[in-house]
């Protein structure tokens, strides 16, 4: 038996998927449920009992994966990104320090969002209305536990104002944290075993009924490890909820491309799902 378990949060509490089989969680409070530190073993517990659901995960109205947690997030992680933040920050002289941060041994990690910015599945992302030149970045979220553990995986949005960031890199607050910035979802992988590094991370943004934009990008182009980021994260740092962390994004669409009102955002991780969100 394959000990990957899809954890969703509905409206009408939690629901596992394992084996293509449904099972519905019992009530309990989502936070207190995804930072237990033995996450694994309870979703076992709960597929064990022969109680699958004859439901099946459309009857769910899917919300974002999140409770009280802050999310976090890394940046300049995957040589794409380096060069694309160099390119947009070099009138500004900023080019150096992604440089710099790109290949040294303390990352870059800035906080991202509070649970009340964050979106689900389904629900609409936002464009800042002072923003010029915005973009999604598709990345693999972290879901740590209050000592530090990686308890599960999600598919995240770190909506971004490129402009903004370009501008001056002591902007990158404002370009990256506003209103409805964040989208995390459908759900959580929750395995026993780490997140293979042959992992494939793919973007499309359709407009219309075309694709204004595709790319993808492999787990192994990421350059550091996951146990590094959530060192740092943790050092002198507390959570008492747990924390999500993103890992950066290795897919940067061309420089004239700047996303619409309306476009439809589909990010897909293999083994987790795909995360769809239209800007609005
Ligand atoms: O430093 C700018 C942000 C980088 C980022 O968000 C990323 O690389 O994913
Ligand atoms: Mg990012």
Redesign the pocket.
Known sequence: MSERFLLYRTDSGYVVKHNERVYLGEQRPWEELITHEDLHSRLANLVGAPNPSSKSLDDFKLRAPIGNQEVW??????FR?RDA?MEESKSAGGGDF?DR?YSAERP?L?FKATANRVVGHGEKVAIRSDAKWSVP?P?LVLLISPAGKILGYTIGN?M?SRDI?GEN?LY?PQA?VYNRSCALGPCILVSAEPIPRTTEIRMEIVRGSSAAFAGSVNLSALKREFSTLVDFLYRDNTFPNGSFL?T??GIVPPDSFTLRQGDEIRITIEGIGTLINSVG
């Open positions: 997030a890394a940046g300049v992680t995957y990104s933040r992604y941060v870059e800035f970045e990345e770190d971004s960031e890199p990158l990256k993103f950066g994004t």
